[in-house]
Every structure is written in C-alpha cells, then in structure tokens.
C-alpha cells in the first residue's frame, strides 16, 4: 500500500471514531443486535445441514447464499439510517428503517456484489490493491444510503470523500477487520470440541454483534469525512437520507 494511493489526513481521527461508533451501538443494541441476528441466521442454518451432510447440500447452498445477501443488506441499511437518525437526537424508527431500507434495496444489492468482488479479487491476487480498494470504498454504503445514489455513483463519491484521509481510514478499519477473524478463530478453536451446533451458534452471535459495530464505524467515518471536507452537518446529511 503505497503513500500515493493512502494520502494521509488530519480530519478524522482513529480513536474518536472507534469511541462514536461504540456510543452509536450502545445506545441501540438490542435493536442492531436483533436485526444482524435474523440476517446472519440462514447462515448458521446453513452451517448445520453442511456439518450434517455435507455431500447434500446441493441447491440448500444458493438459496442460503441468496437469503444472506438480502437480509444483510436490508440490515446494514436499516442500520445506517437508525444511526443517521441517533446522531441527530431521534429515537428509533424500525417500520421507517425498513420501509427506507427496502427502497435502497436494489442499488444496494449491486453495488454490494460489485464492490465485494472487486476488492476480494485485489486481496487474492496480490493483497494490496485489494486493501486500497477497501479504503478508498470504505464509505460506499453509507454515500449509497444516505444520498440516494446508484452504484458507481457511490463509489466515486466515497473515493472523493476518503480522498486525502485514507491513511485515517485504513487504521480506523484495520483493528475491526483484524478483530473479526482473531475472535472467529479463537471461538472455532474454543467450542469446536463442544460440536458444530455450539461453536455454530457463538459464531452467529459474534458475527451478529461485530456487523452491528462495524456498520457504525462506518457511519461515523461518512459523517466525519462530509463534516471535515464539506462543513456539512448531521440533519442535512439526514435530510438527504430522508429524500
């Protein structure tokens, strides 16, 4: 990863928005928690009929695959819009959240499938442009949210906004990325004795939990980098989510 392709940046800093972002779950885990749950479970589902019979698996597997990409992005919308609407002091909404959701859903699904390939690809082939792809997407789904844009709108609009700030990013997402593979290995590596169902259903839990925090950070690094480049504050930011 170089310095050209990670320009360093004053505006946003690493502890605040780790801090905010744990503020924004705290203040509705139950809610978040719920939500990420219920879309990770065809996952656990999933796991059980594999770990079960793994050689019968067969079309199980599309309709799992199909089931977690939609109900994950439902929920990481429905997340992004309950913490938009946190930061300006309002409660929350869960038939708005969806209803608000389930309008984005379709821009969502594909700029989901397009960023993810892209950057999984430059992670494969040879680990950095795949990691500089992540920074400088970092902020797709909250632009695609929050301002109503199509795909390929969200993720020139987030290169725009990480622009001169990527470095703040990357060590923003590092420790969550890093977190969420060393807790999954150590929970695998802990229950796995215990038998697929128990170590299927604490990894549900974490993933569940590590979604809902993630999420939230991503948020805050939206609201911080329009706020530092743009002067703009929360209800305006809101008031386009609204739209």
């Known amino acids: 990863m170089t310095t050209a392709s990670l320009n360093a940046g004053n505006g946003i800093r690493v502890g605040h928005v780790l801090s905010r972002a744990k503020e924004l779950f705290g203040a509705n885990p139950g809610f978040f928690f719920t939500i990420t749950l219920i879309a990770a479970l065809p996952g656990l589902l999933f796991h059980r009929a594999y770990a079960e019979a793994p050689h019968q698996i067969g079309w199980r597997l599309g309709i799992a695959f199909i089931l977690v990409t939609i109900l994950n992005t439902i929920a990481q919308a429905m997340i992004l819009f309950t913490a938009l609407e946190h930061l300006r002091g309002l409660p929350v909404q869960p038939g708005e959240a969806v209803r608000k959701s389930l309008q984005r859903l ?39 949210v929050a301002e109503n844009l199509g795909p390929i709108a969200s993720m020139s ?4 906004l990480t ?5 703040s990013v990357f060590w923003i997402i590092l420790p969550v990325v890093v977190s969420s593979f060393v807790v999954s290995w150590l929970l ?5 004795p215990l038998g697929s169902l128990v170590a299927g259903i604490a990894a549900l839990v974490w993933t569940a939990a590590w979604f ?8 805050v690094i939206y609201h911080d980098l329009r706020v530092t480049k743009e002067a703009t504050d929360i209800h305006q930011i809101a008031a386009q989510a609204g739209n």
């Open 163 to 167: 622009k001169g700030h990527r470095w």
């Open 188 to 192: 695998d590596l802990v229950l796995s």
């Open 157 to 160: 609009r987030s290169a725009s």
């Open 212 to 219: 809902a925090y993630w999420n939230c950070v991503l948020v």
């Open 106 to 144: 379709f821009p969502l699904l594909v700029l989901g499938i397009v960023a993810s390939a892209a950057i999984g690809v430059g992670l494969i082939v040879l680990i950095v442009p795949g990691l500089v792809l992540l920074v400088v997407w970092a902020v797709v789904v909250p632009a695609c």
